[in-house]
């Protein structure tokens, strides 16, 4: 998996990106298929960006305590982006004005700023 992921519907399971994702054309759909205990997992060697208005949407149940994006470097959300899951940024993560997150960010070397 690499660039830009909008518009995908994901299923349960671990996925991996050797560079950067986005979430630039379309919003993207988390489908636990109808287990309430489905995990996704989405591993980003690089950054992770949304652009503005860009949602991540929950379906058959998925929950967002079960969504995990682990960031090799920054996450940036644009403005009033909607995002779920739990962010683990190694450098920064920042919301820009309006960006709502339904879930934890935590960043190792930088701060959590939000706009």
């Known amino acids: 998996m ?4 909008g518009g995908l519907t994901l299923t349960p399971g671990l996925y991996k990106s050797t560079s950067s994702l986005a979430i630039s054309s379309g919003d993207l759909t ?5 287990n309430a205990n489905a995990v996704f997992i989405i591993q980003i060697a690089s950054s992770l960006t ?20 682990q960031v090799g470097s ?3 959300f644009g403005t009033t982006s909607v995002f779920k899951g739990t ?6 993560i920042t919301f820009n004005t309006g960006a709502k997150l339904d ?10 700023t939000m706009g």
Request: hydrophobic fraction near 40%; proline fraction near 0%.
């Open 50 to 69: 949304t652009t503005s208005g860009r949602k991540v949407i929950l379906s058959g149940g998925a929950l967002a305590s079960n969504i995990f994006w």
């Open 87 to 92: 962010v683990l940024a190694m450098q920064s």
């Open 30 to 34: 988390f489908d636990a298929k109808g």
């Open 103 to 112: 879930g934890r960010g935590l960043a190792r070397n930088g701060g959590v």
């Open 2 to 5: 690499s660039g830009n992921i």
């Open 74 to 76: 920054s996450a940036t």
